[in-house]
């Protein structure tokens, strides 16, 4: 199999495939992966031939291609991505005034079952590959550029008036202003500080700059797609150090988030790593025999052990975590259930993030009524730390949290997409 150039670091780039050529030809050919968001050679006008003959013959720039895609009445567009082995995945990109948020997958279906899951359905098919995940950003932010420059008529689908995802409840103390949760600017991407000082020494000349499409703006990543990412650890990892590095798209890791189910060793290896992001974790319920129930991952890993796990995260990582607990009727919204959570948040910083259940098709839950979600958030304000009731969007296409599912034997999504 040819080596997917999306797979590998800048450095690596230079020190393997270009290591014949001068070094400002890397920046040339990363100016137009990942600032152009272009993968036809033929396009990358300013390289020579015999570059071009050395990547096509020896390596791949292949993207994932976009079978389909379905916008929601609120703006959110999932997109069904065809792989080069022809396997299927979504992503969702969920704009929302001056942000918009891409949701990634990193597997193809899931092996960790959570009862309230679509992907759960599908079972695992295999990990994504690291140029995979990688191929999602790239495919979104050139789909977000193309929107913005050449169909300004829809522009409007992508900045809907009404919809607010985080909702801070009444004295929460997590403001729309707080500095967390602000947009600051419009760049390409947002650039953490290191970004600002370009480590090449050997700058490309002035007419290696391709003609790059109108500025997209992909301003957070949550890895909360199809999959575990603490399952595919060694190419979720690798993504995040391509992302974040000066050379490709220097993402913000205070802009990136990983969500988990509760993988302890994941929680602890990303914490030693050094690589950052945040952290989410989808608890769900803070009682032992009924998280068993709906995450058979609890099991394996209880509370008191993925508690553990926080709690060394937060000594060595400085970013706050953030716990999402989806509220489903009768099942972790009793007055046990949010004195149970008072419990296990207690002494860990972190937000909490409620989500109103979704359901999709062939769902086993019900979603709660205005009444339960109403109830249920002013007996939580007596938890000690910030909480939000967060609006999942694109439930009119299945694109929210948990609905994501590609599986002919349960229904054929695709059909409907
Ligand atoms: S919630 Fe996440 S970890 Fe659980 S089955 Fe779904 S995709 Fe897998």
């Known amino acids: 199999m040819l080596t997917n150039l999306f797979s590998l670091l800048p450095v690596e780039l230079e020190q393997g495939p270009l290591q014949s050529f001068p070094k400002y030809r890397t920046q040339q050919l990363l100016a137009w992966m990942y600032k152009a968001f272009e993968n036809d050679l033929k396009k990358m006008t300013n390289l020579p031939a015999d570059l071009k ?53 990193t597997q193809v279906g899931c092996a960790r079952g959570c009862g309230f899951c679509s992907t759960a359905r599908m079972k695992l098919v295999r990990n994504l590959e690291t140029h995979e995940i990688v191929g999602q950003i790239i495919i979104a932010a050139k789909e977000l550029a193309r929107v913005e420059s050449f169909q300004p008529a829809s522009v409007e689908s992508f900045q809907p008036a009404s919809v607010e995802s985080f909702q801070p409840l009444p004295n929460s103390n997590l403001s729309p202003n707080s500095k967390a949760e602000r947009t600051t600017h419009n760049p390409p991407f947002v650039v953490h500080s290191a970004a600002k000082n370009d480590t090449y020494s050997n700058q490309p000349r002035a007419e290696s700059t391709p003609n790059l499409h109108p500025t997209p703006r992909i301003t957070n990543l949550v890895f909360m797609g199809m999959g575990e990412p603490f399952d595919n650890q060694d190419n979720v990892f690798k993504t995040l150090q391509i992302i974040q590095s000066d050379g490709s798209l220097a993402f913000s890791p205070r802009r990136t988030t990983i969500s988990t ?3 302890v060793p994941g929680i602890i290896a990303m914490a030693d790593s050094g690589i950052k992001a945040k952290l989410a974790i989808s608890l769900n319920s803070a009682i032992d025999e009924k998280r068993n129930t709906l995450m058979p991952i609890n099991k394996r890993y209880p509370l008191s052990q993925l508690k553990q796990a926080l709690l060394y995260y937060l000594r060595i990582s400085k970013f706050r975590v953030t716990v999402e607990y989806i509220l489903i009727p009768g099942i972790n919204m009793d007055a046990e259930d949010i004195k149970a959570l008072r ?21 086993t839950f019900q979603a709660p009524t205005t009444e339960q979600i109403e109830s249920f958030m002013h007996k939580a304000q007596s938890l000690p730390q910030a909480v939000t009731l967060r609006k999942s969007r694109g439930a009119d296409i299945l694109g929210a949290c948990g609905q994501l599912v590609i599986n002919k034997a349960i229904g054929d999504e695709l059909c409907n997409i």
């Open 53 to 105: 003959t050395l990547i096509s013959s020896t390596y791949s720039l292949d993207l994932p291609h976009i079978e389909s895609h379905r916008k929601s009445a609120d703006g959110a567009i999932k997109y069904l991505l065809k792989l080069s082995d022809g396997a299927l995945i979504e992503c969702v990109l969920i704009p929302e005034r001056k942000k918009n948020t891409l949701c990634i997958s």
């Open 261 to 263: 189910c509760g993988i």
């Open 343 to 363: 419990k296990f948040v207690g002494d860990i910083s972190c937000k909490v993030n409620f989500i109103p259940f979704n359901p999709g098709r062939n769902a």
